[in-house]
């Protein structure tokens, strides 16, 4: 964990030198954020007259891989994955944010009540599971995290659960490939999701022309959610 800059006062311009997806995220009187990356895991915290910047290395967490004899896995599951419902690298990155905010809580300068959480991607998808799982954080910020992420998966266009779960079975349970061709089934959809951080604040962001990611059913996600 690296905390980029503590002396952000909404003035500066943050930037990374990961060259990824990149997305514009909103601005408002509680936070500015300039840009966010895939290739890292982002948590902004408000302090009384700065910003705390921290970045996570997911991969230092768990490896993005099917490898689950390092980092967190080892520790949880020893053995490896044996069960359907053993949870997927996405669940480990999620899981660690909450241990970098119990470290936050104990620095008097912050202030947990503007604690965000922000990825893109693989990342982007994290992020969103943190802010479910995590209600300390009072954003989640969500940029082309797509199929499995924000994006509603019936009848979406680019990524689908069989193309997803053929490149990365290992962000997610094994049960999920149950649904490989057969999202009508699935007894939910990613607007339950995104509604599960409500009343709390979500910022779906992808670019128009990014089909993959499919921005459109990543909108009718957050309508749905908004019912």
Known sequence: VEVLDDKFDGSQT???NYIGNVG?????DMMTVETL??????????????KAWVIIKHEDIASDDDDFT?????????CGRDRDDDGGKIAYWAWFTSRVLDYAQTLPCLNMKQAAVM?????????L???????RFRYAFSVVSGCG???????KVGETVAEICKRFPYWFCENYQKYIDRESEMPFDQHFLIASIAPRYVSVNSAIEDTWADPLSEMLSCIAASE
């Open 14 to 16: 943050w930037t990374s």
């Open 24 to 28: 514009n995220a909103v601005d408002n």
């Open 37 to 50: 990356f895939a290739g890292q895991l982002t948590m902004m915290i408000n302090g009384t007259a700065q």
């Open 70 to 78: 390092n980092g967190l896995p080892k520790i949880f599951i020893p």
């Open 119 to 127: 990825g893109g991607s693989r990342l982007g998808k994290t992020a």
């Open 129 to 135: 599971v943190a802010g479910m799982l995590d209600t």
């Open 149 to 155: 992420g924000a994006a509603i998966t019936r009848k």
